[in-house]
């Protein structure tokens, strides 16, 4: 199952860091979010936690994700790991508030949590300096995973959703499917991995192909494994 994947199912699912956890995989979670669903890990660290091995004003934003990761990647006694870090960057509505200052490339923006009282042009601005600081963070993983050089890596990015900014006075998320707008639900899945490993030409991906495809990457055997979700070749 997709990691927060909100599907209705009487079945019963198991979320990807638990299988893990079970399979002999140190699973690493880190997070500045909320909302998450039971996971059953060790080394499950909160903000608070990563704020005490962290150091300097930046500390109190979602790079704090960061913070002595390499050093307990190498502490591990596993030779596979899987590192979960739930950001909270782009979630509203304080879009303002969740980005260090020298990241606010496009200005004005929006500064109230009343967001119907702000112009487009300054939502919009807002929302787009945390994707800035996004992508300075993912930036900043894979030249750590580059420093990693005895391991073979790959960083996944996927949204949970997306995001209304005021069109047709909708705004954040969390609509129906059958009407959302299609900002609420289309999202980024980014990938980068630091060898030679392709990736097939999908046209379409979903939090569904994360499942699979990290099954895959770590050699994991499963009889759940679906091969046609896999976006490694």
Same mark, same amino acid.
């Given at each position: ?89 782009? !979630? @509203?509505?304080?879009? $303002?508030?969740?980005?260090?200052? +020298?990241? *606010?490339?496009?200005?004005? =923006?929006?500064? #109230? ?59 954040? !998320? @969390?609509?129906?499917? $059958?009407?959302?707008?299609?900002? +609420?639900? *289309?999202?980024?899945?980014? =990938?980068?991995? #630091? ?39």
């Amino acid at each position: 199952r997709a990691i927060l994947e909100p599907k209705k199912s009487g079945d019963l699912y198991e979320i990807l860091p638990n299988y893990l956890n079970r399979t002999n995989v140190d699973v690493i979670w880190r997070t500045t979010n909320w909302g998450e669903p039971p996971v059953h890990i060790k080394n499950y660290l909160k903000k608070e936690d990563l704020q005490k091995e962290c150091k300097g004003a930046d500390c109190n934003y979602d790079e704090v994700l960061l913070a002595g990761l390499k050093e307990q990647i190498l502490a591990s006694k596993k030779n596979k790991i899987f590192v979960v870090l739930h950001t909270s960057t782009s !979630h @509203g509505p304080t879009y $303002s508030t969740k980005y260090p200052k +020298q990241f *606010e490339t496009f200005k004005p =923006v929006c500064n #109230s949590v009343e967001l119907g009282q702000c112009s487009h042009e300054e939502l919009v601005n807002a929302y787009d300096n945390t994707i800035v600081y996004t992508d300075y963070i993912l930036h900043s993983i894979i030249e750590d995973l580059q420093q990693l050089k005895d391991y073979r890596s790959s960083m996944i990015f996927i949204s949970d959703h997306g995001e209304s900014l005021g069109e047709n006075n909708m705004y954040m !998320h @969390g609509l129906p499917l $059958s009407i959302a707008p299609k900002v +609420q639900y *289309e999202i980024p899945f980014i =990938v980068w991995v #630091s060898d030679s490993t392709q990736l097939k030409p999908e046209k379409e991906l979903t939090q569904y192909n994360v499942f699979h495809s990290v099954l895959n990457f770590l050699g994991i055997q499963s009889p759940i494994y679906d091969e046609k979700m896999n976006i490694y070749k």
